[in-house]
């Protein structure tokens, strides 16, 4: 008999598992919070911080940061999408060859600035050379990557930001998947690039199934089409890997809010009922990102005011009982930050307490006293 599996169980379950639906305990690793996640988007690490301290108590933006530069237990480098993210550092064996096995599209760049997959190759491996046991800026790092591979790579090719970029930044990314490269910090205003610390990756067709079991315990139930989304990764691939998985045994189908989802093969407890509960969310966090089917997750008004063209993460955004239910935004100034929350319904009362509690506990991840402002958030998306 075919498991039935309404919305409010699988959005139940979805949130005790991202520790939404009660917080981890305090000292909780912040790469445990992060592996719960699968990774925290981190092009602004601010919002990546927010994302891990309110999955938690106790955790503030210094402990990531000490996860990140001093135990490395999490590394900041290109993740799923190839946007950047913090991963868990054990986890890189999975990330690294799930990845790079992932089917890339057609180049965007012009015939004449693309490179040849030969010429990816010597760059990846000139960069993770050059990043082995140092911090590099992006200049520092082009002058080895040009040294070890030949001028052809420093050739201005790439439009970016009303200036030319070296023809081999646009692999950059693949550095950062394949474990050549991730972010080391700051050295002052510059960012700086160092190398991870060396793993072995799995062989790609056990990581790769291994992610999709781990994105279906995080996300499920889930279709291909929802994780090729999640992925960046062609619809018909994905669909191909399910079908091996289901085959396999590793995976089953299940019916979700009536049509057909998959779940990991003998994970289909879900709660009975609905968690309730609120929670502020920052930008690109990752249960606004992969939570789907997306217009059940952006109900009625929140499809309109809390997305951007139908694209998630552009807002950071107003969680009531694991729906979203308006959209926030915080203007720090010293050591004060102002948390302006723009509710899409009416709160009762206890969700009003809640809320207080949640612009106290964003204060407290980012180090600063926080003052909550009821009221309509006037800066667009990414402000």
Known sequence: MTVRITWDQASARRLERQFLATPAKEGTPAADIVGAM?????????????????RSTGTARADVRAALWEDRSLVKTH?????????????????????????????????????????????????????????LTIDELSEE???????????????????????????????????????????????????PPHFAPLPAQEAVRELVRRYLRAYGPSTPAYFAKWLAAPGGWAGGLFRELAEAGEIEEVAFEGAPAWVAADDTAFPDGPVRGVRLLPYFDAYGIAVQPRALLF??????????????????????????????????????TTVTV??????????????????????????????????????????
């Open 145 to 195: 990557v040009v040294a070890r591979t030949g001028p052809w790579a420093g050739d201005p090719v790439m439009p970016a930001f009303q200036d030319m970029w070296p023809r081999w930044r646009q692999v950059m990314h693949r550095a950062g998947q394949s474990g050549a490269l991730c972010f080391g910090p700051n050295r002052g205003r510059k960012v700086t690039y160092t190398r």
């Open 342 to 383: 723009e509710p899409l319904g009416r709160l009762t009362a206890r969700q009003e307490r809640e809320l207080a509690e949640q612009a106290e506990r964003v204060g407290e991840v980012l180090e600063a006293n926080a003052e909550l402002v009821v009221g309509e958030v006037t800066a667009g998306p990414h402000a």
């Open 79 to 135: 993740g799923p999408r190839g946007t950047v993210h913090l991963l868990a550092a054990r986890e890189l064996p999975v990330w690294s060859a799930a990845l790079t096995a992932v089917p890339s599209g057609a180049s965007p760049f012009a015939p004449g600035a693309r490179v040849t997959e030969e010429q990816a190759g010597q760059i990846v491996a000139a960069i993770g050379d050059a990043l082995d046991g140092v911090c």
């Open 38 to 54: 699968l990774a925290a988007h981190a092009q602004v690490l601010s919002a990546a911080e927010v994302s891990v301290g309110v």
């Open 299 to 336: 109900p009625g008004a929140a499809y309109e005011r809390a997305l951007a063209r139908g694209q998630a993460g552009n807002f950071p955004v107003l969680l009531v009982d694991g729906v979203v239910a308006g959209v926030w935004h915080q203007r720090r100034q010293g050591r004060r």
